[in-house]
């Protein structure tokens, strides 16, 4: 036995050595970096990491996307990329729904713009985020009521009314509008929801969306239902009190919205 064991020893340390000399390096301790080893990045690869982090919350109260970026923001918008990590965010706020024991109280709490409807045809005019927001040409584009799909929440959507979920639509559009809306979301295919929630500018004067959301998610609350999920396309959707069991965050790299 104890022969066995110095073989053992000795074939160990005649591997270590023979790695030792070799060229390849394993596991190196420092990655290299553009700074470190002089290169530089192309405008695709700096978008794609601002994109990261905008998605990832790193970047906050930023007024407009980069003018480099619009090329690739659009790319990005109308690709199957896009597509795809829509689907899977969609698709995780379904799983979770599917193993709930559902009650006749049990909402699910959906924005609307970028959400459920797609403002695309009014932002590739508008240069996908890196213009300043012009609050005037947004209106009259909404009021046109010409939003189109967001094809992916769709097909969430119907598999949780599906499962006997109520869907509540929760939007920083003001009251003015709900006519409108109502008429809009049912073109886009959506025409079955509990309670559609709109910013009266009167009790919601000086509050950004965090505040509003969180607190007509507060009113449902009160009035018994219990939020079981929560889905949105900015932060200030899906984060602030009352916000639900659940949230799932889609992604849009266009505008931040406190």
């Known amino acids: 036995m104890n022969m066995k064991v110095l073989v053992f020893f000795v074939a160990t340390i005649l591997v270590a050595w023979q790695c030792h000399g ?3 390096e394993i596991f190196p301790l420092q990655m290299k970096t553009g700074h470190s080893s002089g290169l530089h ?5 700096k978008c794609e990491s601002w994109r990261l982090g905008v998605e990832g919350h790193n970047l906050i109260n ?12 659009g790319n990005y918008l109308f690709s199957e990329q896009f597509g795809s990590d829509s689907k899977l965010v969609n698709q995780q706020a379904y799983f979770y729904a ?4 559902i009650t006749d109280k049990d909402v699910f709490v959906f924005s609307v713009d970028m959400t459920v409807l797609s403002n695309l045809p009014y932002y590739k005019y508008h240069g996908f985020g890196t213009e300043p927001n012009n609050a005037t040409l947004y209106d009259a584009w909404v009021w046109l009521g010409e939003a189109t799909t967001m094809r992916e929440t769709k097909k969430m959507y119907d ?3 599906d499962l006997g979920i109520k869907i509540i639509f929760l939007t920083g559009r003001t009251v003015d509008k709900e006519d409108v809306t109502e008429r809009n979301l049912k ?3 959506f025409h079955t929801w509990e309670k559609l929630i709109l910013k009266d500018p009167f009790l919601y004067g000086g509050k950004n969306a965090l505040q509003y959301k969180s607190a007509e998610r507060k009113k449902l609350e009160k009035e018994g ?3 079981i999920g929560n ?7 899906i984060l602030g009190a009352n916000k639900g069991h659940r949230t799932f965050k889609l992604p849009n790299p266009m505008y931040y919205i406190n």
């Open 41 to 45: 990045y192309s405008t695709e690869v």
């Open 98 to 101: 599917r193993t709930l024991n």
């Open 159 to 161: 598999k949780l009314l």
């Open 22 to 24: 070799s060229e390849y």
């Open 225 to 227: 239902y219990r939020i």
């Open 231 to 237: 889905i949105g396309d900015q932060w200030s959707d």
């Open 187 to 189: 073109s886009a295919g």
């Open 62 to 73: 930023w007024k407009t996307a980069p003018e480099a970026c619009e090329e690739h923001i």
